[in-house]
């Protein structure tokens, strides 16, 4: 897949995307919101969005969709930023041709959060939904009729387990969607080790809004 760096100010956010090398027609969009580790604080930062998530798959495999990976400054936090996330979601319209109908959102840890309430500000542009490590408003949940996969270690101490099982049992109490929680037992923090392989990304591009 071809690798392109996006770091004028045309957009919201600078980000890396990954794009087949050929294209033919509208194409699923995969939006991944990175954890507070990779944080940009200037332009030679911008590589730290690559160093979790699925960017090692798109790096060795051709996927039939576009993976955008934006950055957030290190002065704010992904749940502060949903209106831009909004912004930005138009802009990507723009700058490439996707297939609304298959709008996929995930993130880790923060982004995990970040994936949590941008799905809940607005459900209705998602397909699909992978939060790993984070924590929304169960009191929201009403909203997510999309389907939802989500990941959390048992032995997390940074972002509690009962942050993504409180989630999902609100969700399920409505929700008729593939409505999916993994606890990776003996796993802490780092749950996107095993989250992002090809399974997760094959099932957010089977899934299409309705």
């Not at 996006?6 to 194409?27: H, M, Q, S, T, W």
């Not at 990976?69 to 138009?90: G, H, K, V, Y």
């Not at 723009?94 to 309430?117: A, C, K, N, P, Q």
């Amino acid at each position: 897949m071809k690798r392109l760096v996006y770091e004028d100010e045309r957009f919201k956010f600078p980000f890396i995307a990954y794009v087949p090398e050929e294209i033919n027609g509208k194409l699923p969009l995969v939006l991944q919101l990175h954890g507070a580790g990779e944080y940009g604080r200037g332009k030679e930062e911008l590589v730290y969005v690559e160093r979790l998530g699925f960017a090692h798959l798109f790096e060795k495999e051709e996927f039939p969709c576009i993976l955008v990976m934006p950055q957030c400054s290190s002065e704010t936090f992904w749940p502060a930023q949903i209106p831009n996330l909004r912004i930005f979601m138009d802009q990507i319209e723009e700058e490439f041709e996707i297939d609304t109908d298959r709008v996929y959102l995930t993130g880790i840890s923060m982004g995990g959060y970040g994936t949590w309430y941008m799905a809940l500000a607005y459900p209705e542009l998602f397909a699909a939904i992978a939060p790993v490590c984070g924590g929304g408003m169960m009191w929201r949940a009403n909203v997510l009729t999309m389907p939802v996969w989500a990941f959390h270690g048992t032995e997390d101490e940074v972002t509690y387990p009962m942050e993504s099982i409180n989630m999902i049992h609100a969700i399920r109490k409505h929700s008729k969607e593939d409505v999916r929680l993994s606890l990776l037992d003996g796993v802490g923090h780092d749950a996107w080790v095993k989250a992002y392989g090809k399974e997760l990304i094959e099932w957010l591009l089977s899934k299409k809004k309705a």
